[in-house]
């Protein structure tokens, strides 16, 4: 099984500054690769998948990049809304598995 | 607007069964897959099980693999979740997520239905 490793499990961002989450595969998933973001009581929500293709209706503002093993999501300028738990996601092996979450607050 | 909405959750004891559907709408469900995922109360993501388009291929996690069972109807646009020998560890939000192909992220989901397994 692929075990997917995020960080930080927590981060705080001022309004307006860039938020960068890390996602680490314990072997290479190629670009296999999701971003997911859930807010309080909502579903997860597609952000990013091939490691750095938006989804459609994801802000410009989500950028990801990255492939193997280490992945990022970035934030350029965060909005209040932007607050939630995002996961990565890697889609290359079976089980399909999930890291453990960031969450993202406001500072 | 496709639109995936989970149903058939609720309170279970342990030993029980309970199954869950999923009724899709806006998009031709017979050309996609279709995945469960589930979290628990306060905690992460966790993939159950996968179905492909025609159901000539389903697999499951190891943790629900033999008291679990995975079909669709593609003529109802379901899909169906039979859980048996439920455990307190199977209490969970269940999500449907449709997969944008074989090596396809999950780009659209439910809005999950609650399984509680308690006595």
């Known amino acids: 099984e692929v075990v997917m490793t995020q960080s930080p499990a927590t981060l705080s961002v001022s309004p307006g500054e860039r938020a960068t989450l890390s996602c680490r595969a314990s072997?290479?998933?190629?670009?296999?690769l999701a971003w997911y973001q859930q807010t309080p009581g909502q579903a997860p929500r597609l952000l990013i998948y091939?490691?750095?293709t938006r989804a459609t209706g994801s802000p410009a503002r989500f950028s990801g990049s990255g492939s193997g093993t280490e992945f990022t999501l970035s934030i350029s300028s965060l909005q209040s809304e932007d607050v939630a738990v995002y996961y990565c996601q890697q889609y290359n092996n079976w089980p399909r598995t999930f890291g453990q979450g960031t969450k993202l607050e406001i500072k | 607007e496709v639109q995936l909405v989970e149903s058939g959750g609720g309170l279970v004891q342990p030993g029980g069964s309970l199954r869950l559907s999923c009724a899709a709408s806006?998009?031709?469900?017979?050309?996609?897959?279709i995945n469960w995922v589930r979290q628990a109360p306060g905690k992460g993501l966790e993939w159950v099980s996968y179905?492909?388009?025609?159901?000539?291929?389903?697999s499951y996690a190891d943790s629900v693999k033999g008291r679990f069972t995975l079909s669709r109807d593609n003529a109802q646009n379901s899909l169906f979740l039979q859980m048996t020998s439920l455990r307190a560890e199977d209490t969970a939000v269940y999500y449907c997520?449709?997969?944008?192909?074989?090596?396809?992220?999950?780009?659209?989901w439910g809005q999950g239905t609650l399984v509680t397994v308690s006595s």
């Open positions: 072997q290479g998933v190629k670009n296999n």
């Open positions: 179905i492909s388009s025609s159901s000539s291929t389903i």
């Open positions: 091939g490691a750095s």
């Open positions: 806006g998009f031709m469900f017979s050309n996609y897959d």
């Open positions: 997520a449709r997969a944008n192909g074989w090596y396809g992220p999950l780009d659209y």
